[in-house]
């Protein structure tokens, strides 16, 4: 599964049909909400390996556990005899698509391992690069895409502006005072921020009442506690201003969007917050802004005139989803897509990798060819603790005690338990923003 949301969601419904004992979830900050609960705890090895009937996790556990990084390849066992569900396989960045592809092809008939992509936006490009790469049949596909011709639930309208102005969040006030759901998608964190301080500030309206912020730099503590108050507010008029990270990680829907111009598949996620549960509108729900590009940039300047091109083209007229799912073919091309991959090759040395692991033995984390495995991702972040002076909110004294503890002396219980409050108030910081 793309994110730790979508697995907390597909694990409760799985536990309900196949019963809590065959079913796990794993993902990297699962010690964190294990913390409180040392029976659960003092299993994580176990769920870390896979044990049980039924597992859902990130891609990346797949990956690094082929990559045969530390004591990941621990789980490999569990492979045997399995199927492998890959949800959402057009989010996976070039070298990610590769690295899966890669690994599915030298291990499924060694592991008897099965295969299911699934994608509600799957590309021409995408379905071509992996019938050709793991010699998938045109019977082995299943197309559903036809639905979406009975389908219109968003209109737009684009405006050469900026999606700060004062009249642009005026409208989104004058939405929400109607008693309206409105969602604001920026493409960065410092955007995300600007029009929260300009709601807030020059508008007076509450942050945690009104409208509340959700970026992908904020601790997994409050990352949680703004999930559930949007979910308790889905039913009332608010106003979320989040970064790209909604585009997958939340069920939500919207009545109404204002959005920062993205790359073209962004935006149909996007506009798939919008409307979520309806079939056709009439009106326009989506109102779409040109970006201020700068350095170090989500999107390049010509996935930017690409989109802006299309939406320009449809905007007012689109007659159904497929229509725009379409035009995905003339964004991301057979030949862009591969030459997409052949970039991220050679960013890594996959043959160093078969040469210096050969295929069995574990490569130390410590290995430069191994940390560019793990480095080259989009938004690769490290975790950060921030210094307590740098805090203003009520977190401040728990994040001064937490870093001010030992290690020392603690039972491996007690150390897994520290650990894991440790994580929960580490910030995701991009590795790029480190290093700068």
Known sequence: MPTITSINKLFQNLKTLFGENNVSKYFYFLD???????????????????????????????????????????KRVMFRNSGLLVDEVHLLNPLMLYLLVKFIKIF??????KVLFMSATLSTSLVRFLKEELGITKNAFLDFLDGYKEKRRVLWRFFEKNISENDVIEEMIKIKNKGKRVLVIVNTVNEAIKVGKK??????????????ILHSRFMYLHRKEKEEWI?????????????????????ISYEYLFTELASLPSLIQRFGRVNRYGEKTNEVNVFIFKPEIKKRYPYSKEEIEKAKKIIKELEETLKNEKEI????????????????????????????????????????LKEEKATKFLEYR?????????????????????VRELINKSFEGLSFEKAEKLFAEIKEIAIPVPIWLVRD
Not at 231 to 251: A, F, G, M, R, Y
Not at 329 to 337: A, G, W
């Open 32 to 74: 964190t909400e294990l913390k409180e609960n040392e029976e659960k705890l003092s299993h994580l090895y176990l769920i870390k390996n896979f044990t049980t009937p039924f597992v859902i996790t990130t891609v990346d556990q797949f990956l690094l556990s082929f990559l045969q990084v530390g004591k990941y390849y621990t």
């Open 199 to 212: 709601l807030e500030s020059d508008y007076k309206l509450k942050y945690g009442k009104d409208f509340i």
């Open 378 to 398: 989009e938004g690769a972040t490290v975790l950060v603790i921030p210094h307590p002076d740098c805090i203003f909110d009520k977190i401040k004294e728990r």
């Open 325 to 364: 799912l379409e035009k995905m073919d003339e964004v991301l091309t057979y030949e862009d897509l591969i030459k997409e991959i052949n970039t991220a090759k050679k960013e890594v040395d996959l043959q160093s990798w078969e040469k210096i692991t050969k295929f069995f033995f574990s490569l130390n």
């Open 108 to 113: 499924s008939k060694i592991y008897n391992l």
């Open 231 to 251: 979910e308790k507010l889905k039913n009332k008029p608010h106003i979320l201003i989040s970064t790209q990270v909604c585009e997958v990680s939340l069920d």
